[in-house]
């Protein structure tokens, strides 16, 4: 299993969860220094190894699965959870900020798919697990860079499904609601008590994995919600 943006919040906690479910990994991540820390932290050296991997960037993608293929011989799940988010409302959107969200929300999500696709093509199998974000069905204020990303996420992972068509390869996505994780830091004061805890969301992902379910595009919502 390959998971992308892994050493914090919902990716720490399905690299845990993945763990604990016997799946070898290769992890991926920006910060190379906080990746390592991190993975030195789970003391599993033989079943994980750590790619420093910038999603933005396409060579640190096809890297990235490249050593997963050295370190384990194939891949069967791609996890792209790397991800930024902004809070602005339109009239306060910079070009740069639009622009950090697409390249590394979307732009990274195919750039990790055509080098796993590569991979899982020889194998005739394959599941490529996209995150998404309830914000493309629950609009909200000043998530318009943030939404729009993540709602091509969806558009993205949807033709994909077509295109892998009778390959014996998959691809959904999966989009859970509000977590607490450092998506808002810059926010610090935003209450986040209703919030899901990562480890809640990685255990319902990995359900999905390993028993997947007729929809293509599941979404989680916290249960506050829900009411």
Not at 160 to 182: H, Q, Y
Request: proline share 4%; charged share 20%.
């Amino acid at each position: 299993m390959v998971i992308t943006g892994a050493y914090s919040g919902l990716g720490a906690a399905l690299t845990k969860a993945a763990l604990k479910k016997g799946y070898k990994l290769a992890l991926g991540g920006k910060d190379f220094a906080k990746l390592e820390a991190f993975c030195n932290e789970l003391g599993q050296p033989g079943d994980v190894v750590a790619v420093a991997c910038d999603v933005t960037q396409q060579m640190d993608c096809f890297t990235l699965i490249e050593e997963a293929v050295k370190m384990f011989g194939r891949v069967d799940v791609l996890i792209n959870n790397a991800g930024v988010l902004k809070n602005s409302p339109i009239n306060k959107i910079t070009p740069d900020e639009l622009w950090d969200a697409f390249e590394t929300n979307v732009f990274g999500v195919v750039f990790c798919c055509q080098a796993a696709l590569n991979v899982m093509k020889k194998q005739n199998s394959g599941l490529i697990l996209n995150i998404g974000s309830t914000t493309v069905i629950d609009y909200k204020p000043n998530h318009v860079s943030y939404g729009a990303s993540k709602s091509a996420v969806v558009g993205l992972t949807g033709n994909l499904r077509k295109e892998l068509e009778g390959t014996g390869i998959t691809a959904c996505v999966f989009s859970p609601g509000g977590m607490k994780t450092n998506l808002f830091r810059d926010t610090p004061d935003k209450d986040l008590s209703g919030y899901m805890e990562p480890s809640f969301v990685a255990e319902k992902i990995m359900g999905y994995i390993e028993a997947p379910i007729k929809d293509w595009h599941v979404v989680l919502r916290r249960p506050a919600a829900q009411k």
